[in-house]
């Protein structure tokens, strides 16, 4: 099976930088993926690692480390309307197994 | 157009009832997905469909039944189901071999009384 553990909850102030770190276990590796998900929205796919390393698109930036089974998601120059919950999710089997989420709440 | 569309949005219904989940998408995706959301939750995969064809099933109690008529269109049967199937049930598409990159649904709010 899978496991994927991330922090459940973050606050930040509006411009601010936030790190979203995803620590996971499984078998069959293909890769991390990470979606939005605004409250009462459906998921909405950021970006994936397949290769250790950064991808940077626009604020958003996702690194992986597959030696450490480690990813994070950054999120730069906060807005309001980056409040939303974040996923992580590992890919195996042809299948998306999600971590449970982490609320990021944007303060003024 | 990279739009899933579900229909419907809302759905309350009897535990003896039988209804029937909508979903559509016109990207040319072949893999197609069901998923179940509880409030606060991530989603959890109920079905695959590739090529039209049903290629996993996670277990779902059969009071759900995937139905994918084309490539296009996939459905979710329900019957008899508990009040605790209660959740925000959430389609998505995807190439298949893109498994990382789902394209979702809006889903449709599904309330067992």
């Known amino acids: 099976g899978q496991s994927l553990e991330q922090p459940s909850e973050v606050t930040a102030v509006e411009g601010a930088i936030v790190q979203i770190n995803c620590t996971y276990q499984?078998?069959?590796?293909?890769?991390l993926s990470w979606y939005q998900q605004h409250d009462g929205g459906a998921p909405t796919f950021l970006s994936y690692?397949?290769?250790?390393g950064l991808e940077e698109t626009g604020r958003f930036s996702s690194f992986l480390s597959r030696s450490d089974s480690y990813g994070y998601l950054l999120l730069q120059e906060l807005q309001m309307k980056d409040s939303a919950s974040y996923f992580c999710?590992?890919?195996?089997?042809?299948?998306?197994?999600f971590g449970a989420g982490t609320t990021v709440t944007v303060r003024a | 157009d990279t739009e899933v569309t579900q229909t419907p949005k809302h759905l309350v219904m009897g535990m003896t009832n039988k209804k029937s989940l909508k979903c559509e998408q016109h990207?040319?995706?072949?893999?197609m997905y069901w998923y179940k959301q509880k409030a606060k939750k991530p989603p959890e995969l109920m079905f695959v469909?590739?090529?039209?064809?049903?290629?996993i099933n996670e277990s779902v109690p059969s009071r759900f039944s995937p139905e994918c008529p084309n490539s296009s269109l996939l459905n979710l049967h329900l019957h008899a189901l508990q009040p605790e199937d209660s959740a925000l049930y959430l389609c998505?598409?995807?190439?298949?071999?893109?498994?990382?990159?789902?394209?979702f649904g809006p889903g449709t709010r599904l309330t067992v009384t």
């Open positions: 998505a598409s995807s190439h298949p071999i893109d498994t990382y990159e789902q394209y």
């Open positions: 499984t078998s069959g590796f293909y890769g």
């Open positions: 690692n397949a290769l250790d």
């Open positions: 999710a590992v890919i195996s089997d042809y299948k998306l197994s």
């Open positions: 990207m040319g995706h072949r893999a």
């Open positions: 469909y590739s090529y039209e064809k049903l290629s």
